[in-house]
Structure formats: C-alpha cells, structure tokens
C-alpha cells in the first residue's frame, strides 16, 4: 500500500537556518505530493504541492522538488523565521481510483530567536 | 472565501455518551473526507463522501462511528457510546472533485472522560 516516511523530529533550528526535512513515498501509479502545515492550535494548511516528476513546489520561501527516480520530496527554506514554527506533514494521494491522502507522522519544527 | 469550517472547535464527554460533529465544506464542493488526528497514529482516513454518497466507509473505526451528507454540503460524524480512545481531533476536508486538493478545516478535539 501507499506510505510516506518523513525524518523523525522535532527539529530545533536558530533563525535564519536553512531548513530541509526529508520526505519518500512507496505508491503505485503516479501520485501527486503535498506538504501541509499546521501552525499551533491551528488546522492543516496546504503549503505546496506537486503534480508531476520534476515538478517543483513553492510558496512561502519553501519549496519542494518531486523526484520520481528517489522517490522523494524534500522541504526547503534557505531562512528559516519564528513564524515557522510549526508541525511539517508530507502527503500523497495516489492518484486515479484513489481518494484520500496518505499522510507522513508529522515532522515539528521550532524556530528560536 | 470562505474555507472549511467545524463545530464545536472543542468537545468534553463523559464515556458512554453519543457525539456529533459538523463540518461545511467549501461551497461548491463535491468531495468532503474526514481523518482523525491522535498522538498515537497521525492522521488516520475515516471515510469520503462524493455529494451525498459515501463509496467507502471502510476506515471509520468502529460501528459506533457513523457519518452523512446531506444536500451536497453539510456532514455530520457521529460517534456513539463514546470511549477513552476515541479522544482526538477530528479533522474535515473538502476538495473540488475527487481527485483535487484538499483543504481542511480548523478541527474538532474531542475530549472523552
């Protein structure tokens, strides 16, 4: 079945840090990629996401690159702020006949001054 | 717009007693999913509605968890003879279509004392 594997956590970064937490899949068919993130207190919120192989996903400094050969979809931001603080989820949906997301556990990242 | 939203945002019940939670979609949308979020195990698929059919419950716990649509919109998940390990959060999502993005709603936690 569909699975997402995402780095253990939590992640403890100084402002201004580059941030990348790593993120494979196991899926069949061609499968579309999102990150979501959900801020304290706060639902999930969708951050990015990709289509496609090579696609690369972006919004908020952060981006993300789909990478079929790896099957992998790593999150990156050159400089991390306070206000990133948060829990980090990677996802996919698997596509054709499939419906619901396959979440990863979650990765929680703080920033600190 | 307006996105996804829930109620109650927060929900206390002794064990034994029955719950509902709402959850409007976007307007407009055809697709609407329920996950549970628990410490134990992430983000779990409870079960799909496409309008006011439900093609898959085969995620939803127990027979104590039960869920409708109505009208196209609105859905209610109900938990009967509530138990300790039902606490959690409840999270709704609606997507356009089946195979669109997803975006949630704030969640409901639910306390079972």
């Known amino acids: 079945g569909d699975s997402v594997t995402q780095m253990e956590g939590p992640v403890t970064l100084s402002e201004e840090a580059f941030l990348t937490i790593n993120c494979t899949y196991t899926?069949?068919?061609?499968?579309?990629l999102f990150w979501y993130v959900q801020y304290p207190g706060e639902g999930l919120q969708l951050l990015l996401k990709?289509?496609?192989?090579?696609d690369k996903g972006s919004n908020k400094g952060f981006e993300a690159t789909y990478r079929k050969e790896t099957t992998s979809f790593h999150l990156e931001k050159g400089s991390v702020q306070v206000s990133d603080s948060a829990v980090y989820f990677c996802?996919?949906?698997?596509?054709?006949?499939?419906?619901?997301?396959?979440f990863g556990k979650g990765t929680k990242l703080s920033v600190i001054p | 717009g307006a996105g996804v939203s829930q109620s109650p945002s927060n929900k206390v019940t002794e064990k034994g007693k029955d719950v509902e939670l709402r959850c409007d979609p976007i307007?407009?949308?055809?697709?609407l999913y329920w996950y549970r979020q628990s410490l134990g195990q992430g983000l779990e698929f409870l079960i799909y509605?496409?309008?006011?059919?439900?093609?898959?419950k085969s995620g939803l716990p127990s027979d104590r968890f039960s869920a409708e649509r109505t009208g196209g919109s609105v859905s209610t998940l109900t938990i009967q003879r509530t138990q300790q390990e039902d606490s959690a959060v409840y999270l709704c999502?609606?997507?356009?279509?089946?195979?669109?993005?997803?975006?949630f709603g704030p969640g409901t936690r639910l306390l079972v004392l």
């Open positions: 999502a609606s997507s356009a279509m089946t195979q669109e993005t997803q975006y």
């Open positions: 899926a069949t068919g061609y499968p579309s």
């Open positions: 990709a289509t496609k192989a090579d």
């Open positions: 996802a996919l949906h698997s596509g054709a006949g499939s419906y619901q997301l396959t």
């Open positions: 307007s407009g949308h055809t697709a």
């Open positions: 509605f496409q309008g006011n059919s439900a093609p898959d």
